[in-house]
């Protein structure tokens, strides 16, 4: 039964991020972004910034990314 009057994906679509395996037990399952970025990744990160506040300002990092499709973003066609 729909709430608020909105049905997915017919109305709204929706897309999580980080392709969490939770995602496959939503009804109906959660379209997602992958982002393969490891703790270890993250760890290094922290540990910059801690020891030098100023050690990553102005940095960026681009991860690739990856859109998996599952049923709460498509919508038949009319």
């Known amino acids: ?21 939770v995602s496959a037990y939503f009804s109906p399952t959660l379209s997602s972004i992958n982002q393969p970025i490891t703790a270890m990744t993250t760890v290094r990160l922290l540990l910059r910034q ?8 102005g940095e960026t990092r681009v991860f690739d990314t990856q859109l998996i499709i599952h049923e709460a973003s498509l919508r038949n066609k009319l």
């Open 1 to 21: 039964m729909p709430q608020k009057g909105l049905v997915i994906p017919m109305d709204v679509a929706v897309v999580s991020f980080n392709n969490e395996p």
């Open 50 to 57: 801690i020891e030098s506040p100023e050690a990553l300002r």
